[in-house]
C-alpha cells in the first residue's frame, strides 16, 4: 500500500489565518530541549508509519504530544528552567492514539468517493476538535497493534480519557516564508503537507546525512504529512514518521536527531501544500458544562451553549444519529453499532439509572440546533439536583433523523410566494389561496421524504448485504438492557412535530410477532409487560392523525381496558391552539409548519382539500377528538402549548417552560414512581 496518500485541503474561505505577534525573527530556530523529550529518551517515542497510510495522523499525534509537554513546561513552577534534555519521564509516559486521530479523521474525509484511505489535514484537525485524543502509556507493541488491528472502537474509557486532551484553536499558516518561521519561532511546531519525491526516502536521507535532497532524477512519490520543528540558513527541519533510522539531521558532527530532516528553502516553496498551526483547550469537566445557561430558566439562552457550539465530547453516548435508514457515519457526529453498544454496555455494568428517555427530533432544524439541544438535555437530566434523586435518575439519548427542513419548506414556499405576489398585486385572500394550492401540489414530496427515511431505518435486512434498517437493531440492543436484569429501568418516548413518522416506524417494528430473534426483544414481547417497562410517552404538537395514536396505543398498551401501572396517564400530547399557530407564519404562508401539515400533507394516506384539512392530533381541533375517543381508557392527558411567543413550533423543545414540564411528567412516571 502506497504509505503517501494525504489528501490536499480543499478551499474554504473560512479558515482562520495565523497572525503572528509582532517579535524579531532570530536566524536560526534549532530544536529546543522540549523537541528532545518529545522524541524520548531513547528516541523511543519517534513514529514508524511503515506502509500503513497513518502519516496524517501521526504528524497530528507528534504536534499533540508536544504541545501538552509544552503546556506541562508552563505549568511547571521552574517554567522553561525544567526544559533539560531529559529531566523527567512525560514524554515516554504518555503519547497520542494516531489510530483515534485517524479514526476520528474518516469522518471529516473531503473526497469521500473516492477510494483513498489517506485524509487532508484539516479533516484530521477537525476529527481532532470534535473528539480530543486519548493517551496511554507509550509501548511500541501496543501501537503497532492498535495501528494494525482491523477493527478500532472509541469506548467509554477512550472517550472518558479524550476530555482531557482537546483542541482549543487552529489556524492556517501563510504562504510565505515568513509565516513559517514566525509559527515556528512562536508555537514551537507546524503541521504540514507537501508533495514528496524520492529524495524523501530512507536510504537517500541516510546517504546524504539527514538532508532531503530534491535532484532532477527524483522520482515523485506522493503526497505526505509530517511536523516541522525548526529552521536553519538552509531550509526547515522537519519530524518524519518514517522511523528511528529516517534522518539523522545534525547541527554538529556529535549531535545527531534521528527522525528529523532538513528539508531545503526551494524544495519547501516548490512541493508545500498545507500548514497548520494548533493550541490546546482546557481539558473538560463535564459538569461545568451542566450548569451552563440553566441559572436564568426564563432566558431562551437555557436551550444551547456559547462559545464555539457542541462538539462530539459533549454528548458522546447521548444520541442516535440516523442517515438514509443507517448510522450516520460521516460528519461531526458520527455512530455505528459500536458506538451503541459501548452505551448499552455502560447502562448494563453500571446500573447507575432509573430511567431511559429518547428525545425523538423532529428534523425540522439544523444538526447545530438539535445537537445543542442534545447537550442542554443531557446536562439538566445529569445536574439538576431539584429533578433527580435517589428514585430517579435519567439517562437521555436524542434521536436525529433528519435535519434542515424548515430551511428546505421555507426556500421553496419564499420563492413562489414572491411570484404569487406580482401576479395577485398583494392581494392577501388570492395570495392565501394561490399558496395554499401550490403547497398541496408540490410539497408533497417533503412529507414523503419524512415516510421514507422512517421506513428505510426499521425496514427488516433482506440479505447481509442490506445497510438500512440500522435503527432498529441498535433500539433493540437498548430496550434489551433497560429491560434486562433484577432493576429494569423504565422506558420514556418524547416525540416533537414530524418526529412521528420515525416513532411509529419503530412502534409498528416493536409490535410484530416476536417469532424471531430479528425482532425479539426480551422484556417487551406483549403489551402487558410493554405496560410495566414503557413507562410514558409525550408527543409535542405531533404531526400524525387521530387513528396513528389509537394504533401507537393499541401497538404499544394493548386493551386500552387494562389499568397502567404509573401514577400518571402514560401518553400525553402537547397541542398547538388555532391562535397560537395563526401567529406564525412559513415565508408568506400563513401558519405553522404543523398547520402546513394539517392543510397540505398526506397523512395517513389522505389527501387534504381547500375544504376538509387534515384531522391532526398536535392541533387543538385534533386532540379534543382523540381524548373524546379515548375518555375512558384513563390513558391519555391533553394539555395545550402555554409558551413564550418567541418560540416557535419548530422549535418548542428548546422551551425550558415547556421541557421542565416534561421532565416532571417523565419523573411521575418513573419506573420508581
Not at 516541522?228 to 536527531?257: H, Q
Not at 387494562?562 to 391552539?577: D, E, N
Not at 407564519?585 to 400563513?590: A, F, K, R, T
Request: hydrophobic content about 40%; some cysteine.
Amino acid at each position: 500500500m502506497n504509505p503517501y496518500i494525504t489528501q490536499r485541503d480543499s478551499f474554504d474561505d473560512a479558515d482562520v489565518i495565523y497572525q503572528a505577534p509582532l517579535f524579531s525573527l532570530p536566524s536560526e530556530r534549532l530544536p529546543t530541549p522540549l523537541h528532545r523529550r518529545l522524541l524520548g529518551k531513547d528516541w523511543e517515542c519517534i513514529r514508524d508509519q511503515g506502509t500503513e497510510p497513518y502519516c496524517t495522523a501521526m504528524a497530528l499525534a507528534s504536534v499533540i504530544d508536544y504541545l501538552v509537554l509544552q503546556r506541562e513546561d508552563m505549568a511547571s513552577p521552574q517554567g522553561s528552567a525544567t526544559c533539560k534534555p531529559y529531566p523527567g519521564q512525560a514524554a515516554r509516559e504518555v503519547r497520542s492514539s494516531a489510530r483515534m486521530l485517524y479514526e476520528m479523521a474518516k469522518a471529516f474525509d473531503e473526497y469521500p468517493d473516492d477510494d483513498n484511505k489517506g485524509s487532508s489535514l484539516r479533516g484530521a484537525i477537525k476529527g481532532f476538535y470534535h473528539n480530543g485524543v486519548y493517551r496511554r502509556h507509550h509501548d511500541d507493541q501496543i501501537e503497532i497493534a492498535e495501528l494494525r488491528a482491523k477493527e478500532w472502537i472509541l469506548d467509554i474509557d477512550k472517550a472518558k480519557q479524550s476530555r482531557q486532551t482537546i483542541l482549543g484553536r487552529y489556524a492556517r499558516v501563510g504562504p510565505s516564508i515568513l509565516d513559517y518561521q514566525s509559527a515556528i519561532a512562536d508555537i514551537g511546531i507546524i503541521y504540514a503537507s507537501a508533495s514528496i519525491h524520492s529524495g524523501w526516502e530512507l536510504q537517500e536521507v541516510t546517504d546524504n546525512d539527514g538532508v532531503i535532497q530534491r535532484k532532477s532524477s527524483s522520482i515523485p512519490l506522493g503526497n505526505h504529512a509530517f511536523a516541522i520543528i525548526g529552521y536553519t540558513r538552509l531550509g526547515f527541519l522537519v519530524l518524519n514518521s518514517s522511523g528511528i533510522e529516517w534522518g539523522g539531521w545534525s547541527e554538529a558532527p556529535s549531535e545527531s536527531w534521528p527522525g528529523v530532516g532538513l528539508w531545503h528553502y526551494d524544495d519547501w516553496s516548490q512541493n508545500i501544500l498545507d500548514a497548520w498551526v494548533l493550541r490546546l483547550g482546557a481539558p473538560i469537566d463535564v459538569a461545568q458544562f451542566s450548569r451552563l445557561d440553566q441559572s436564568t430558566i426564563n432566558d431562551r439562552r437555557w436551550a444551547g451553549f456559547a462559545g464555539q457550539g457542541v462538539t462530539r465530547l459533549l454528548i458522546n453516548g447521548h444520541y442516535l444519529h440516523m442517515a438514509d435508514g443507517q448510522l450516520a457515519s460521516r460528519g461531526v457526529f458520527t455512530n455505528d453499532q459500536a458506538s451503541i453498544n459501548e452505551t448499552a454496555s455502560l447502562l448494563e455494568k453500571e446500573r447507575n439509572y432509573t430511567d431511559l428517555v429518547f428525545f425523538v427530533e423532529s428534523g425540522l432544524e439544523s444538526i447545530d440546533s438539535m445537537t445543542r439541544r442534545c447537550a442542554s438535555i443531557t446536562a439538566r437530566l445529569k445536574s439538576d439536583f431539584e429533578l433527580i434523586d435517589s428514585e430517579f435518575k435519567p439517562y437521555p439519548i436524542s434521536v436525529i433523523w433528519r435535519e434542515d427542513v424548515l430551511q428546505v419548506t421555507e426556500d421553496l414556499l419564499a420563492s413562489r410566494a414572491q411570484r404569487i405576489h406580482e401576479r395577485t398585486r398583494g392581494y392577501a385572500d388570492a395570495k392565501a389561496h394561490m399558496l395554499d394550492a401550490y403547497a398541496r401540489d408540490f410539497l408533497q414530496p417533503i412529507w414523503r421524504t419524512f415516510e421514507g427515511e422512517a421506513e428505510r431505518s426499521f425496514i427488516g435486512k433482506l440479505d447481509q448485504s442490506e445497510k438500512r434498517g440500522q435503527a432498529w437493531p441498535a433500539m433493540q440492543r437498548l430496550l434489551a438492557v433497560a429491560a434486562s436484569g433484577d432493576t429494569p429501568m423504565g422506558i420514556h418516548f418524547v416525540v416533537h412535530s414530524s418526529g412521528m413518522p420515525w416513532f411509529q416506524a419503530f412502534v409498528q417494528r416493536l409490535a410484530r410477532a416476536p417469532g424471531t430473534p430479528d425482532n425479539l426483544i426480551p422484556g417487551f414481547e406483549t403489551p402487558e409487560l410493554r405496560r410495566m417497562i414503557l413507562r410514558n410517552v409525550t408527543l409535542i404538537t405531533p404531526i400524525c392523525t387521530v387513528n396513528n395514536v389509537r394504533s401507537i396505543l393499541a401497538d404499544l398498551w394493548g386493551d386500552w381496558s387494562l389499568p397502567s401501572t404509573a401514577k400518571s396517564r402514560p401518553l400525553a400530547i402537547y397541542a398547538q391552539t388555532a391562535a397560537r399557530d395563526a401567529g406564525e407564519n412559513l415565508c408568506g404562508y400563513s401558519g405553522s409548519f404543523l398547520e402546513l401539515a394539517r392543510r397540505c400533507f398526506p397523512l395517513d394516506g389522505s389527501m387534504p382539500t381547500i375544504t376538509n384539512s387534515n384531522i391532526i392530533a398536535g392541533h387543538s381541533d385534533g386532540a379534543h377528538e382523540l381524548s373524546s375517543k379515548v375518555a375512558n381508557t384513563g390513558l391519555l392527558e391533553i394539555m395545550s402549548v402555554a409558551t413564550s411567543p418567541s418560540f416557535t413550533h419548530a422549535d418548542l423543545m428548546s422551551d425550558p417552560h415547556l421541557l421542565n414540564a416534561v421532565f416532571q411528567r417523565i419523573k411521575a412516571c418513573g419506573i420508581n414512581s
